[in-house]
């Protein structure tokens, strides 16, 4: 009988070897979480249909969202949430790797979600299905035929911010605003991917683009060099910490990069900037 792989390792990242190796372990679910700007013409689940690692689900942010929000893919209610996720054939007793096809991108945003609903067994393919291709590893076409399995939900609320938790924390200084966006999104230079938002960012905000916390094969960076990054943004580890982004999908990338650092004060803003830069009642910076 094959060991579990949970007694094995633990962490917020696994490699590409060690998920070869625990593949067909019992307790290991997998899922495929790519997830791309509408901009870019790509269609994560065609893809996924086409290759993902053997015996992955998909799991489709888009649609595992709150759909009465006119906000791009808002965490979704605890029902929902647990319904989709039963219907993957993940629950309780399950460690679950989620990876994309970017090589860390969107999975980081699935990861921060199943840790929301209180499932801590969950960790990222450092690298994603590219260094799961490098490796030599197979990929396949079947379409999964999960078994429902029992979730049961435990919220941690501490983990989402709303915007009027946001507004209090930058007034009150009682948080640091990291911004995962482009230094040219950050400082207003460049326009924003989705219409009729503001260009700018939150009073207050710090900057620190995700990609400057990952290699250039889209694998994470190691401790002491995401430390290096935070410290030369001027982010003061020691004190609570909310990400941001455009749409609260690479913001969670920096919530990923903390949690490695052992850093526990973190959360995110759900809304992020397809919130804020829409409101004309909330204040806007520019520059650097």
């Known amino acids: 009988m094959m060991a579990t792989a949970k007694a094995i390792e633990g962490g917020t990242l696994v490699s590409a070897k060690w998920l070869q190796d625990h593949l067909a372990a019992p307790d290991v679910r997998v899922l495929d979480g790519s997830w791309h700007l509408p901009t870019t013409g790509r269609d994560a689940k065609a893809e996924f249909l086409e290759r993902h690692i053997p015996g992955s689900a998909f799991f489709d942010i888009d649609d595992i969202s709150n759909e009465h929000s006119a906000l791009p893919h808002m965490f979704p209610p605890m029902e929902k949430f647990v319904s989709r996720i039963r219907k993957l054939g993940v ?14 991108h969107s999975a980081a945003r699935v990861w921060l979600m199943f840790r929301y609903f209180g499932h801590k067994d969950i960790a990222v393919l450092d ?27 435990r919220i941690q609320s501490m ?7 946001v507004s209090a924390a930058l007034k009150l200084e009682t948080a640091q605003l990291v911004d995962a966006r482009s230094p040219g999104r950050f400082r207003g230079e ?18 620190v683009h995700y ?23 001027d982010v003061d580890l020691s004190k609570p910490i909310i990400t941001s982004c455009g749409s609260g999908v690479s913001a969670a990338i920096v919530n990923l990069a903390l949690e490695r650092l052992g850093h526990r004060d973190h959360s995110m803003y759900d809304g992020s900037w397809a919130e804020w830069g829409s ?9 650097s």
Not at 91 to 104: F, N, Q
Not at 279 to 287: C, D, I, T, Y
Request: charged share 20%; glycine share 12%.
């Open 279 to 287: 409101s004309p009642m909330l204040a806007v910076a520019m520059g």
């Open 127 to 153: 690298g994603g299905l590219p260094a799961w291709l490098e490796a030599g590893y197979q990929v396949e076409d079947m379409p999964a035929t999960p078994r429902e399995r029992h979730f049961t939900p």
């Open 159 to 165: 983990l989402v911010k709303d915007v009027t938790q």
């Open 190 to 207: 460049e326009p924003e991917p989705r219409p009729g938002l503001q260009a700018g960012h939150m009073p207050g905000a710090i900057n």
């Open 91 to 104: 629950g309780d007793g399950h460690r679950i790797i989620v990876y994309d096809t970017a090589g860390l």
């Open 211 to 233: 990609q400057s916390l990952l290699r250039d094969n889209g694998a994470m960076k190691s401790a002491e060099e995401l430390r290096a990054v935070f410290q030369a943004a």
